[in-house]
């Protein structure tokens, strides 16, 4: 996704069933954490809160510009707790190690080949703590679903301004690459006065070619979940969710 202007918008459509799973592993394994991807910090806020120093990496300065808003909010014992940086997930060197390492929100289908996702993967073992945790959630690919759809869903900035939201995907049957066009309609008092744009692509892949591909770099298979309540992986589910160690 290019993540540009829209950006400012993307937390009224955000979810928050994910952010005690990531919570738990944080405080867990040692109050410091890694998020790739962190966006407009909406999870790593949240662990900071919980007293985890969280460092974050994105490559859009538009959803970190929207977390370092968020961010002066915050008090000053959450705000020191919180390291933002211009990154890429897939090619990065911080100088630092963590325990625990976290990619949320399906981040990881942003890298679309098989190097991308290796070179993420093994990125990520360089920069754990031996014995360190890795954890990431990914779509499962539903090869009997239309390769095409839309949907709308609209939030309220305020009582006259309303955001609605349009999302179109498709999926390639042979490559499991699936594109998606976003359109955010900023509407007041039902006249649309602003229209942003923004298109990405994901790669969807199965649990198996993920698994097999987290053993080659040298991860130890902890954990997959069906969702973040812990519940058994399915492979009618929608979701995997993985938790695995360097070994």
Known sequence: MNYGPASKYYDLFGSKDDIGFYKELAVRHGRKALELGVGTGRVAIELAKAKVEVWGIDSSA???????????????????????????????????TFPFIYIAGSTFEHCITKKDQNNCLTSVYEALE????????????????????WWIDRKALNKNEEVVRTIFSRRNPQTNLVSVNLFFDVYHRGELKKRYHEYGEALLSFKDDIEAMLKNVGFKLKEV???????????????????VTKS
């Open 62 to 96: 538009y959803m970190l510009n929207v977390a370092r808003q968020k961010l002066r909010k915050e008090n000053a014992s959450v705000r020191k707790r919180v390291v933002l940086k211009l990154g890429d997930m897939r090619s990065f060197k911080l100088g630092e």
């Open 225 to 243: 979940y069906g969702n973040f309540d812990k519940s058994a992986y399915t492979k009618a589910g929608e979701k995997a969710v993985f938790v």
């Open 130 to 149: 031996d014995q360190g945790t890795l954890a990431f959630d990914i779509s499962q690919p539903n090869l009997v679903q239309p390769t095409s759809s």
